[in-house]
């Protein structure tokens, strides 16, 4: 049984592919800016929506921005920036998880070639690793360590494009994981330009 969480976030990746082929139609991602200055101070009576918007309003992916922190269960406690940069990166979190747990589910089929499968077997692994790299970066953030928090996540984001590099050298078209690579590579670049603007 999928969790609430999990559920969260295929709602969120739904509402995202959305947002995208609706800016597509209209010339760019559409977002609602908030009426108040933009930055990252938080004051008492800015609420949460207000906080994700300013926050994604300088994410080159203002859409799966939007609703990947909307969908975190434990954005709406704390109106600070530091809570949504640790929500995006559980976010990218879980996204890694069920990312390996999909294709470990490809691996048990049995007619897919050889070469799939040992492509598939090797962004497994990388995806574990992605996982923990995910994980220590939070840890990192938490004693604002930044320096650190980049170089995790641009060590998970190096796994992605392993993975998907390994499936481009294939005598093959089928690149069964490109979405879920390239939606990883996203999450992991909005938590670190959340991190990035908490640093400055």
């Known amino acids: 049984m999928s969790s609430p969480f999990?559920?969260?976030?295929?709602l969120a990746l739904c509402l995202a592919l959305l947002g995208h082929r609706g800016a597509a139609a209209h010339?760019?991602?559409r977002?609602?800016?908030?009426?108040?200055?933009?930055?990252?101070s938080t004051a008492a009576n800015t609420s949460i929506p207000e906080i994700v918007a300013r926050v994604c309003r300088r994410s080159n992916r203002?859409?799966?921005?939007l609703a990947s922190l909307q969908a975190v269960p434990d954005v709406g406690s704390v109106p600070d920036t530091g809570v949504l940069a640790i929500a995006a990166l559980r976010?990218?979190?879980?996204?890694?998880?069920e990312t390996?747990?999909?294709?470990q589910g490809l691996l048990n089929?049995?007619?897919?070639?050889?070469a799939i499968q040992q492509g598939?077997?090797?962004?497994?692994?990388?995806?574990?690793?992605?996982v923990d790299q995910i994980d220590d970066s939070i840890a990192a953030l938490t004693v604002k360590a930044y320096p650190d928090v980049r170089e995790w996540v641009k060590a998970a984001i190096a796994d992605a494009e392993a993975c998907e590099a390994g499936f481009s050298q294939l005598a093959t078209e089928q690149r069964i994981l490109s979405h879920k690579n390239l939606v990883f590579r996203q999450l992991c670049n909005i938590a670190l330009g959340i991190v990035k603007n908490l640093k400055d």
């Open 91 to 97: 976010f990218a979190a879980t996204n890694a998880s």
């Open 27 to 29: 010339g760019g991602d």
């Open 31 to 40: 977002v609602v800016h908030p009426t108040t200055s933009p930055g990252f």
């Open 6 to 10: 999990a559920s969260l976030l295929a």
């Open 109 to 114: 089929d049995t007619t897919i070639e050889p």
């Open 62 to 65: 203002k859409a799966l921005c």
């Open 100 to 103: 390996s747990s999909f294709i």
């Open 120 to 130: 598939l077997s090797d962004c497994a692994d990388r995806y574990l690793d992605a």
